[in-house]
């Protein structure tokens, strides 16, 4: 009897390792939902018996949990948009063994003011009268942001020369509310066009611009030129930039790891083509033969697959 109560309790302190062998866990948080609804449409084509795609658990602060899910070893994987793993690794050369799994698609940066500004200039005490064109027009201002969007207006700030200060907030709607208030003279968002926070906002209030040439200019290795139109919040298109979508991992040792690399890789651009015709409106961004603007992981033992494309 004691024999197979020991037998019992080996065979269950093996599942887990067994499990994990098949488990490839993906962080996927953002403030939209975007990538949540993706990682579901990809498991609905990829997950199998012997190949289990699940989402990474308690991850919260969109593209920057992310990240620090996947650099603490709590996925495997992780949805960002690449400014964010550029402004980290800029500061600390170990993220190079980070590479990209799968680029996805453009996330243009959204600029945010009022129609009617109200704020004032730092060292000025009457409220601004201030008509902003381009976030280039906004030097000596303060900017909001909130979650990967901190990351998007700091190198804009910094490397695109852009003057403003950034102001860091919790949420989007905390960015919202400082720029009714006047706290601040723009905000910035980041994501896949149309954003729904964007989209509902009031057409008669606010404002989408561009972000003006003086400072594309000097992030062009960064991010990519992209165009956003909403009506009435946009005359036409509006030129800005944007960072690429990008499921990004890690150079792993093992060969159990390696292979669930290779296994999800071969698997998503196998069913590119069926996401594309049933899944998320963003899929119809994602080219197959883009490898993003990070470094491309080269897997062991990988061999391309040709999309099915419909």
Avoid at 109 to 134: C, E, M, R, Y
Avoid at 160 to 169: L, S
Avoid at 207 to 222: D, F, N, T, Y
Avoid at 254 to 269: G, N, S
């Amino acid at each position: 009897m004691k024999l197979k109560f020991l037998a019992l309790m080996l065979g269950l302190a093996v599942m887990p390792s067994l499990s994990a062998q098949h488990t490839f866990v993906i962080a996927d948080d953002s403030s939209s939902g975007t990538y949540k609804k993706m990682l579901g449409e990809i498991i609905g084509v990829c997950s199998t018996d012997d190949f289990n795609i699940q989402e990474a658990p308690g991850v919260t602060g969109g593209a920057v949990g992310n990240l620090e899910a996947l650099v603490n070893n709590r996925a495997n994987a992780a949805f960002l948009h690449s400014d964010v793993f550029f402004a980290n690794a800029q500061a600390d050369p170990t993220y190079k063994r980070f590479q990209t799994l799968v680029a996805l698609y453009p996330e243009p940066i959204h600029v945010l003011a009022l129609k009617t500004s109200k704020t004032k200039k730092p060292g000025t005490f009457s409220w601004g009268t201030q008509d902003f064109n381009s976030l280039a027009d906004m030097r000596g201002f303060k900017i909001g942001a909130a979650g990967g969007g901190v990351f998007t207006a700091r190198i804009l700030e910094g490397q695109g020369e852009g003057g403003f200060t950034v102001q860091a907030y919790d949420t989007g709607s905390d960015v919202i509310n400082a720029l009714n208030n006047g706290d601040i003279a723009g905000a910035i968002f980041v994501g896949a066009a149309p954003l729904p926070n964007i989209e509902k906002l009031d057409k008669n209030t606010y404002k989408l611009l561009p972000i003006g040439e003086s400072i594309a200019s000097r992030v062009q290795g960064v991010y990519r030129p992209a165009n956003i139109n909403y009506r009435g919040l946009t005359n036409g298109p509006v030129k800005t930039l944007a960072p690429i979508a990008t499921l990004l991992t890690r150079k792993y040792t093992t060969p159990e790891r390696i292979a669930l690399q290779r296994k999800f890789r071969q698997c998503f651009y196998r069913h590119l083509g069926d996401l594309q015709d049933t899944g998320s409106p963003n899929w119809q961004s994602v080219d197959p033969n883009d490898h993003g603007v990070l470094d491309w992981y080269e897997i062991p033992g990988d061999t391309p697959v040709k999309a099915k494309m419909k």
